[in-house]
């Protein structure tokens, strides 16, 4: 199931090769659901919803309500997911998006036997308010069924002002719970962030996001993930989106280095060599060899970040959360996958 003219059987319809397993074959046994542009929706059997991720990062639990994911983000590091579908065009995660089925039920029954301890982190491969949520609900679903919940720590991390939809059930989750949005603005550059984040809503759009849930009672924060050298680094650059996050009603501030994988390079360099041509050897000179920034520049972002928090007065994470210590914490830290292979099933 590897030719472009096999898939296409698929979504006609027609019976899919015998011999998949696993994800793969659920992936080729899923409904489409809808399509539009070149974007098509399917629905996929899932398994768990609250799965476990492993030990040293800040949260102990991960939801991601769809598997791919429409915005396109040029250096996203969740592209790889979709290959264990035997899906391997890097344009098949943002044009053929799983919204994962019976969400709120398989949920409820899963905090019925297990009590999480930890934070909950919603949204770290996909994003839970990316266009299929408009159509599908999944992510409403599953903050219905933690509004019935009490004393849960969750996170959710967006770049999508989609979310304000939600405030009346996130107020009320917050209510009972210790809950907070992290929102993702890489920059306050309108043209870059369009290429950059070709279908994602403008930076100005989530700003006014962050303000809305901010008036609303919600502890929010902004994070520039990822701070990308030499094209987002610029202290002036994240100076600016600091004190307009601090303005808009955000709390606390912090951000990672670009992390780089296979599958995102083969995205991000083809970028970076159209878009800023005197970069592109530093750049594979960098990442050919390791997917992290280690060393001097990485500790240098980190200052560079906690000086600009603190001119303005903003923490480095959620208060009161296990967050907080790690405020340059990236969720491609671990492999999703290898983990815990229901993450995204």
């Not at 059987?9 to 542009?37: D, H, M, Q």
């Amino acid at each position: 199931w590897r030719t472009k003219g096999e898939y296409s059987n698929v979504l006609c319809g027609v019976s899919p090769p015998t011999g998949l397993v696993g994800i793969a074959k659920l992936a080729a046994e899923s409904e489409v659901l809808e399509a539009k542009r070149l974007v098509q929706y399917f629905e996929i059997d899932c398994r768990s919803v609250l799965n476990r991720t492993r030990p040293g990062l800040p949260f102990q639990w991960s939801i991601n309500p769809y598997r791919g994911c429409e915005f396109g983000c040029r250096y996203c590091y969740a592209r790889y997911t979709h290959e264990f579908m035997e899906l391997r065009d890097s344009a098949d995660f943002e044009d053929r998006i799983y919204a994962k089925s019976d969400v709120g039920d398989i949920l409820r029954r899963e905090l019925r036997r297990t009590r999480p301890t930890g934070g909950i982190a919603i949204g770290i491969a996909t994003d839970p308010y990316q266009p299929a949520e408009r159509r599908f609900k999944r992510t409403r679903a599953i903050l219905e069924a933690f509004a019935e919940q009490a004393g849960l720590t969750i996170h959710i991390t967006t770049k999508s002002d989609l979310v304000t939809r939600d405030i009346p059930l996130l107020t009320e989750i917050a209510r009972k719970n210790d809950f907070s949005v992290n929102m993702t603005i890489t920059t306050l550059d309108t043209s870059l962030a369009r290429e950059l984040e070709p279908r994602a809503p403008r930076p100005d759009l989530r700003l006014k996001a962050v303000r809305a849930l901010s008036q609303a009672g919600i502890t929010v924060g902004v994070f520039p993930n990822p701070i990308m050298p030499l094209i987002t680094d610029q202290e002036q650059r994240l100076d600016r989106l600091a004190k307009a996050a601090r303005d808009h009603g955000a709390s606390y501030f912090g951000g990672g280095v670009l992390f780089l994988q296979p599958c995102s390079r083969r995205v991000f360099f083809p970028f970076v060599e159209q878009r800023f041509p005197h970069l592109l050897r530093r750049y594979q000179e960098r990442y050919e060899a390791s997917a992290y920034l280690k060393g001097a520049y990485r500790d240098m972002i980190r200052d560079r970040i906690a000086t600009i928090r603190d001119r303005y007065g903003l923490a480095a994470g959620p208060p009161h959360t296990e967050m907080s210590p790690a405020p340059d914490i990236q969720p491609p830290l671990f492999d999703f996958e290898k983990i815990e292979p229901n993450i995204a099933a």
